[in-house]
Nanobody, 115 residues
Framework: QVQLVESGGGLVQTGGSLRLSCAAP????????WGWYRQAPGKQRELVAD???????NYANSAKGRFTISTDNAKNTVNLEMNNLKPEDTSVYYC?????????WGQGIQVTVSS
């Protein structure tokens, strides 16, 4: 079991920035992929961005050019830098890691962008 702890959400105005972080236990090694997903009320959970152990990144079209995903291997964390936020980015954001054949999820963190 890998317990993930997310931080950094909150309320921001349109055009503002937020940085989400997700920490895995130091004992959780060999994580193959880190990802950030989001789910708005009444909508399906969707991928925002992910990064694999080789550093290859993948972004949803809505995130390209505004969001940046990165990992800090020393701290065993993944970060999501979000710039130029829009009201449609309002959602609960979830951290996700893949370790072997298993997927683990964080508890979710609220991001609200006011217009």
């Amino acid at each position: 079991q890998v317990q993930l702890v997310e931080s950094g959400g909150g309320l921001v105005q349109t055009g503002g920035s937020l940085r989400l972080s997700c920490a895995a236990p130091r004992s959780a090694s060999n994580i193959g992929r880190w990802g950030w997903y989001r789910q708005a009320p009444g909508k399906q959970r969707e991928l925002v961005a992910d990064i694999n152990s080789n550093g290859k990144t993948n972004y949803a079209n809505s995130a390209k050019g505004r969001f940046t995903i990165s990992t800090d291997n020393a701290k065993n964390t993944v970060n999501l830098e979000m710039n130029n936020l829009k009201p449609e980015d309002t959602s609960v954001y979830y951290c996700n890691v893949q370790k072997g054949f298993s997927l683990y999820w964080g508890q979710g963190i609220q991001v609200t962008v006011s217009s």
